[in-house]
């Protein structure tokens, strides 16, 4: 109920600045483009969307060396168009992202603490790019009145954003999950999905601790990837107000851009920010001396690029194989991680879709210290995953890339050490299975 009333105020107020400045000249202003100008404005968006998931694919591990970039891509924009549509504001679209990853044989673990850090890495270079936006905007306003007034209000939220995002990421290297269940503990409170999966999820927070301890250049190459996926967006506010008459400068879009993120990163409990992220680019606007008009319709220019976006992530969700199960998965999942924020109906096939998450997950637990290399490793997540058809050693030379000699002594030394056996029964094409345990 209480977003359904954020959603009505944020659509009046939209539609009261939009009254007060007159559609027939904001239709006017937009009319004078034309679709050239349109789709040159979606330039930089493409190009942030390219380098963030470049930058999330950093925090793969090892599996970014056999997921294609364009198929990280694809998941990130239909990850983001959830993430802009469910309920779950900016958390929905996060399982999606690696459910989908699961889907391409990267192992749940790691796919989850991949996002964890991308959320992560995300977060601290846009606390960056707003005290870039503040920093500019006293520099190139000075002492003005709209200046002296917002500045304090302004430092304030970043520096409590700031220091949440420092506090998330202490607790990150401690143990998140883990955290949160003894929280829940103390103060007496039990959620039995996350109880279920206790194990599962102490296991998620040694993988996270993992990647910070071992991979601190992938951490801030991914920071600094995400860092210049803002500054893509500050080149979005630059086109756009190049195309409405400018002037457009350098700086004051780095600024406005800046201060736009930071709008809406405060306004993320109203669906879509609507209404407080249009007036806001209005008055931003304003303070750098653009009129009403102009700054209206460079809000609904910035509309159009996100429904643009919704759009083109919807589809790639749909060529990845997602259709209504995806949404249920996000569903399920988003409840576990956000289990107070919102309510989900039950789904009868939770337990069944994560059988095949905790059985992975207590193998690597029981084999934990067993030496493996990089192939053997890989071709058992991919087993455990659900394997298509029987495990051979042409199959496992082909998927491995490596010879079948080679694939032999590799299932050879699984077999001496009790993770594989050869199935009964096949006297050619020698097919392989997990041991039971």
């Keep these: 109920m209480l977003r359904l009333f954020l959603l009505f105020g944020g659509l009046l107020t939209l539609g009261l600045i939009v009254w007060h400045i007159g559609p027939g000249n904001i239709y006017d202003a937009a009319a004078q483009l034309g679709p050239v100008a349109l789709l040159v404005m979606l330039i930089p968006s493409a190009i942030m969307y390219a380098v963030e998931a470049?930058?999330?694919?950093?925090?793969?591990?090892?599996?970014?060396?056999e997921i294609p970039f364009w198929r990280v891509l694809l998941i990130r924009t239909a990850g983001e168009a959830v993430n802009m549509t469910t309920p779950a504001g900016y958390v929905g679209g996060e399982p999606l992202k690696a459910d989908l990853l699961r889907k391409h044989h990267v192992p749940m673990e790691e796919a989850f603490t991949s996002v964890i850090i991308a959320k992560t890495t995300m977060t601290i270079a846009e606390v960056l790019f707003i005290l870039l936006?503040?920093?500019?905007?006293?520099?190139?306003?000075?002492?003005?009145?709209?200046?002296?007034?917002?500045?304090?209000?302004?430092?304030?939220?970043?520096?409590?954003?700031?220091?949440?995002?420092?506090?998330?990421?202490?607790?990150?290297?401690?143990?998140?999950?883990?955290?949160?269940?003894?929280?829940?503990?103390?103060?007496?409170?039990?959620?039995?999905?996350?109880?279920?999966r206790e194990e599962r999820l102490r296991s998620l927070d040694r993988a996270v601790w993992g990647f910070y301890r071992n991979k601190r250049p992938a951490f801030c190459a991914s920071t600094g990837l995400f860092f210049l996926g803002w500054i893509a967006e500050a080149l979005e506010v630059?086109?756009?107000?190049?195309?409405?008459?400018?002037?457009?400068?350098?700086?004051?879009?780095?600024?406005?851009?800046?201060?736009?993120?930071?709008?809406?990163?405060?306004?993320?409990?109203?669906?879509?920010?609507?209404?407080?992220?249009?007036?806001?680019?209005?008055?931003?606007?304003?303070?750098?001396?653009?009129?009403?008009?102009?700054?209206?319709?460079?809000?609904?220019?910035?509309?159009?690029?996100?429904?643009?976006?919704?759009?083109?992530?919807?589809?790639?969700?749909?060529?990845?194989?997602?259709?209504?199960?995806?949404?249920?998965?996000?569903a399920q999942t988003t409840q576990a991680m956000v289990p107070n924020t919102f309510s989900l109906p039950p789904l009868?096939?939770?337990?069944?879709?994560?059988?095949?998450?905790?059985?992975?997950?207590?193998?690597?637990?029981?084999n934990a210290r067993v030496s493996l290399n990089e192939r053997q490793r890989n071709m058992l997540n991919r087993v455990l995953d659900g394997f298509k058809g029987n495990l051979t050693a042409g199959k496992w030379a082909v998927i491995a890339k490596c010879s079948i000699p080679t694939a032999?002594?590799?299932?050879?030394?699984?077999?001496?050490?009790?993770?594989?056996?050869?199935?009964?029964?096949?006297?050619?094409?020698?097919?392989?299975?997990?041991?039971?345990?």
């Excluded at 209005?282 to 209206?296: K, R, V």
């Excluded at 032999?408 to 096949?426: A, C, M, P, S, T």
């Design 133 to 196: 936006g503040i920093a500019l905007w006293v520099w190139l306003l000075g002492g003005s009145e709209s200046s002296s007034q917002t500045l304090p209000t302004a430092l304030l939220s970043v520096g409590l954003l700031a220091l949440v995002t420092a506090g998330l990421v202490f607790v990150q290297r401690q143990g998140l999950f883990t955290w949160l269940l003894d929280f829940l503990r103390r103060i007496g409170l039990k959620i039995a999905y996350l109880e279920a």
């Design 408 to 437: 032999q002594r590799d299932i050879k030394e699984l077999i001496d050490q009790g993770l594989l056996v050869r199935n009964e029964g096949e006297s050619e094409n020698t097919s392989y299975s997990i041991a039971a345990q």
């Design 238 to 330: 630059y086109v756009i107000i190049w195309y409405l008459g400018g002037p457009a400068m350098a700086l004051s879009a780095i600024s406005i851009g800046a201060l736009s993120v930071f709008i809406k990163s405060s306004t993320f409990f109203i669906p879509g920010s609507l209404g407080a992220q249009d007036g806001g680019n209005l008055l931003l606007l304003n303070a750098f001396g653009y009129s009403d008009l102009t700054g209206i319709t460079f809000a609904l220019l910035r509309r159009f690029r996100e429904l643009v976006w919704i759009g083109i992530g919807l589809l790639c969700l749909a060529l990845l194989g997602g259709r209504q199960r995806e949404f249920r998965k996000v």
């Design 348 to 366: 009868d096939s939770a337990e069944v879709a994560c059988t095949p998450v905790l059985r992975k997950a207590h193998f690597w637990q029981r």
């Design 54 to 65: 470049y930058g999330w694919k950093l925090t793969l591990g090892t599996s970014a060396k």
